[in-house]
């Protein structure tokens, strides 16, 4: 049984990759150069904050838009790798343009650790769980697909004839 909501991974993958152009954004070779590039694009500073919360049990990462700035909430215990990908799921959701998510302000937990900022979250789901959240499958389906090709452009060499010696 087809259960996703769009027409495939590769038209996802299209989509995302699409993004990347528009932002000319394959160029970007570190991190910071990659957080700096989304808050010029945003129009927003970002603020990355490493938090050990109970309310974070199922929301791996966390993206709390502020008037100002945004600030993108992780789980401290993680392993780096995996902040990492929850990171770049949370910039692929800036990238997108997507609004926030209301399903996860009905979490007093969430709501407390956001205030008056308007989340969207990376969110354990399980599969036949009902919960506001499930409408947001095709957000989630983008951000993570965006997030993917951000974490593969920060594995490139700075030269790309680096590698080449391993062709
Ligand atoms: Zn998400």
Not at 7 to 14: D, I, K, Q, S
Not at 28 to 43: F, K, Y
Request: hydrophobic share 40%; with cysteine; proline share 4%.
């Amino acid at each position: 049984m087809k259960r996703i909501p769009w027409e495939g991974a590769g038209e996802l993958r299209a989509r995302a990759s699409a993004v990347l152009e528009e932002h000319d954004l394959s160029r970007v070779r570190t991190p910071l150069e990659l957080t700096e590039r989304i808050a010029q694009i945003t129009g927003k500073p970002i603020v990355i904050e490493k938090l050990d919360d109970a309310a974070l049990v199922r929301t791996t990462a966390m993206w709390v838009e502020y008037e100002e700035y945004s600030k993108v909430v992780l789980r401290s215990g993680d392993r780096t790798y995996y902040q990492l990908r929850g990171l770049h799921h949370e910039f692929g959701h800036m990238l997108f343009g997507h609004p926030g998510c209301e399903g996860l302000l009905l979490d007093e937990g969430i709501q407390r650790i956001a205030g008056v900022g308007m989340v969207r979250g990376r969110v354990l789901i399980a599969e036949n769980d009902l919960s506001p959240l499930s409408s947001n499958n095709v957000h989630e389906a983008e951000a993570e697909a965006l997030g993917a090709l951000l974490t593969r452009l920060l594995l490139r060499p700075t030269y790309l004839d680096d590698e080449r010696v391993f062709g």
